[in-house]
Nanobody
Framework: VQLQASGGGSVQAGGSLRLSCAASGLAFSSATMGWFRQAPGKEREFVATFWWNDVNTYYADSVKGRFAVSRDNAKNLVYLQMNSLKPEDTAVYYC?????????????????WGQGTLVTVSS
C-alpha cells in the first residue's frame, strides 16, 4: 500500500487549497481513508474520514462546513478541498488508509500513511 499526499502550500486566511492523495495497492471496496493534520508541538488530529463503500464522509467539528472530501474512484484519488482557511489550520496534513471497513477517527486506526504535505495559513 502506498499513499502520496500533495497540494500543500502557503495561503492567506480566507483562502483555499486542495490536497490530493494518490492511493495504490488497496482493495478500495473495503478500505477506510482518513485525513489528519499535525501542527507544530501538537498531536496528530482527525480531520475527515470515509469508508470507500459508504457515501458519507465524517468531519472534525473544527473543519465542518469549510473542508470537503471528494473521491475519484477511477483514478484512486482522494481530495481534501479546504476553504475559508484560518491560521489555526496550519499543519502538516496526512492521508491515511486502513484495509478494514468502517470509519476511523484516531491515528491508531490506520496502518498506512502518506508522507504529509505542509499547509501554512497566514493572517
Amino acid at each position: 500500500v502506498q499513499l502520496q499526499a500533495s497540494g500543500g502550500g502557503s495561503v492567506q486566511a480566507g483562502g483555499s487549497l486542495r490536497l490530493s492523495c494518490a492511493a495504490s495497492g488497496l482493495a478500495f471496496s473495503s478500505a477506510t481513508m482518513g485525513w489528519f493534520r499535525q501542527a507544530p508541538g501538537k498531536e496528530r488530529e482527525f480531520v475527515a474520514t470515509f469508508w470507500w463503500n459508504d457515501v458519507n464522509t465524517y468531519y472534525a467539528d473544527s473543519v465542518k462546513g469549510r473542508f470537503a472530501v471528494s473521491r475519484d474512484n477511477a483514478k484512486n484519488l482522494v481530495y481534501l478541498q479546504m476553504n475559508s482557511l484560518k491560521p489555526e489550520d496550519t499543519a502538516v496534513y496526512y492521508c491515511a488508509a486502513r484495509v478494514v471497513s468502517g470509519v476511523g477517527y484516531s491515528p491508531k486506526d490506520y496502518a498506512y500513511w502518506g508522507q504529509g504535505t505542509l499547509v501554512t495559513v497566514s493572517s
